[in-house]
């Protein structure tokens, strides 16, 4: 059974990739499989308690995640201020006399406009009994990066996922379109524990390993259609043109 949730983005998107830099922030277009899945973990460790959430997590590590976006997409281009360590120690950056150990400086952000509602769809293929799946959908306020705020709207469940949607985690040799859009995906290893994925356990969480998060390209069904120094406006391949699947 797929359990769909709407939400409405009530502000812009953004989640870099695993492999990007703290100051060349560009992002993905959507949340990962690694994203959901920790939202849902925090939903269930805010409402239900960690003994509860521990003992999910093997059933929310499994689960397939598919989302449909919006028609139209804008990725936003730009710089912000940021603070960060001064790389030789303290200094009087801003001339008062006083030394700190941070300094101004500018990095690159990109951040995404959705011109509509989210619909974010997962499944589990365990023949355990489930967790109460609806209300963590419900509970989710956010995706992707902290302030990246979104809204409940409501929860359904399907036999069959709609063809419109988009497998985020898809089995290795699973056609693509051509055409779309690419994106780096990260998701939970196979063997990954409650522990692994504990920021307080003091264990390091490793790309590539099977404890770890896992990397895999996927491909969205959108693609260019305008842009300039500021941004690009991206839309969905219309069905005529996904005659070309590799």
Not at 4 to 11: L, N, V
Not at 59 to 84: G, M, S
Not at 181 to 194: E, I, N, R, V, Y
Request: a positive charge; glycine letters at 8%.
């Amino acid at each position: 059974m797929w359990y769909i949730a709407q939400y409405h983005p009530s502000a812009l998107f953004s989640l870099r990739p695993a492999n990007a830099t703290t100051s060349g922030g560009k992002t993905l277009v959507t949340p990962t499989p690694y994203a959901v899945k920790m939202a849902l973990l925090d939903v269930a460790i805010r409402v239900y308690g960690r003994a509860y959430a521990e003992s999910w997590f093997p059933y929310l590590r499994d689960l397939k995640v598919a989302i449909l976006l919006p028609d139209h997409f804008v990725v936003i281009n730009t710089f912000v201020k940021i603070l960060r360590p001064h790389k030789t120690g303290a200094k009087d950056h801003f001339g008062t006399g006083l030394e700190g150990p941070m300094g101004n400086t500018i990095a690159y952000r990109e951040l995404v406009h959705y011109a509509g509602a989210l619909h974010l769809a997962i499944l589990s293929e365990s023949e355990d009994a489930p967790p109460p799946l609806t209300t963590l959908l419900s509970h989710i306020n956010y995706l992707g990066k902290r302030g990246g705020f979104v809204q409940w709207l409501g929860t359904q469940t399907v036999a069959t996922l709609p063809d419109d949607y988009s497998l985020l985690n898809p089995e290795p040799g699973a056609p693509f379109l051509a055409t779309g859009l690419l994106q780096m995906m990260d998701d939970c290893g196979p063997k990954m524990t409650f522990a692994d994925a504990n920021v307080y356990s003091g264990r390091r969480l490793r790309v590539g390993a099977a404890n770890g998060r896992l990397l895999q390209p996927v491909v969205l069904p959108y693609q260019l259609e305008r842009s300039s120094r500021s941004f690009s406006l991206y839309g969905r391949i219309s069905d005529k043109s996904r005659s070309s699947l590799s």
